[in-house]
């Protein structure tokens, strides 16, 4: 992993060097936009609509444009902003973990110790994991001033970009606010229903179904080239799933899926231990 920052994080007289990293990586596959009757690659240019001529990336300025005003703004412009550079992540305050709304989280980024004598990120790390405790910080990311908090993931210390307090959305809807009575049959139900669906999570265990069907094809078209035919290839499995028709009662609907759930979760069990079996039959006969 490459580094993308490199600084401290001050907190009264301490210091702790750290070097950011990002915690997170995409794995869509990467394609590019092609003309449909020749295949040829799509390009994009950058043409000013007065002249009507190509310009250049480092010719570009920035507007803003209210309606009534039109401002334009030069990289000297930006430059004479106070964020600049800055080779500390300041700490603010520290506050309770569970005041920390999910929906404030943006970008999540590992921070690794620079010191000789990590005294410092170990003890920050430690006191942060057994106060329960979440330092909010200011740290500037290309440019940028961010808001952002310290925390803790297993031995290390995490930094996570926020978003800022006027940047959530307030919403009001109407249906949250009805009135409709729910009974205790219901929410037994519904409680049941929650039991059904109840296990550890383990982020491992579930798939990007459709980049996964994406490779498929590409490798596939790589074999076949365009005589694959897709219905062969890639089999609507949906067909043969039972629906069980439109379900209007709440309570109908509450029984058929925990009865669904605990069939499914039959099945699961019966697959694992017949494929435990099949996997003792195949030791036994490679021992043999």
Not at 14 to 32: G, L, Q, R
Not at 129 to 134: A, N, S
Not at 172 to 201: C, N, P, T
Request: proline share 3%; net charge negative.
């Amino acid at each position: 992993m490459r580094a993308i920052w490199k600084g401290s994080i001050v907190f009264g007289l301490v210091n702790v060097p750290v070097k950011v990293y990002s915690a997170t990586e995409k794995h869509d596959v990467d394609m590019h936009q092609v003309h449909d009757k020749d295949g040829g690659r799509i390009r994009y240019e950058r043409r000013c609509e007065v002249c009507e001529e190509i310009v250049e990336y480092a010719d570009i300025d920035r507007s803003f444009d209210d309606g009534e005003h039109r401002v334009i703004l030069t990289k000297d412009d930006f430059d004479a902003l106070p964020a600049g550079e800055s080779d500390d992540i300041d700490v603010l305050q520290f506050v309770p973990t569970d005041q920390i709304d999910p929906i404030m989280l943006e970008r999540s980024y590992f921070l690794e110790p620079t010191s000789k004598t990590p005294k410092a990120y170990l003890l920050l790390r430690q006191t942060l994991e057994d106060t329960d405790r979440t330092a909010i910080v200011k740290i500037t990311l290309r440019t940028r001033t961010r808001l952002a908090i310290l925390r803790t993931r297993g031995k290390l210390l995490m930094l996570q970009t926020l978003r800022w307090a006027d940047e959530i959305r307030e919403v009001d809807f109407k249906g949250v606010k009805s009135r409709a009575k729910i009974s205790d049959k219901e929410l037994e139900m519904s409680a049941q229903l929650v039991e059904a669906y109840s296990g550890d999570f383990k982020p491992e265990e579930f798939r990007d179904d459709y980049q996964d069907e994406l490779k498929k094809l590409i490798d596939a078209k790589i074999e076949s080239g365009e005589t694959l035919d897709l219905e062969e290839a890639f089999p609507d499995d949906d067909e043969d799933e039972d629906t069980g028709g439109d379900v209007v009662d709440l309570m109908e609907a509450l029984r058929q899926s925990v009865d669904r759930s605990r069939s499914s979760k039959k099945k699961s069990r019966s697959k694992k231990s017949d494929s435990s079996k099949n996997s003792k039959k195949s030791t036994k006969r490679k021992a043999s």
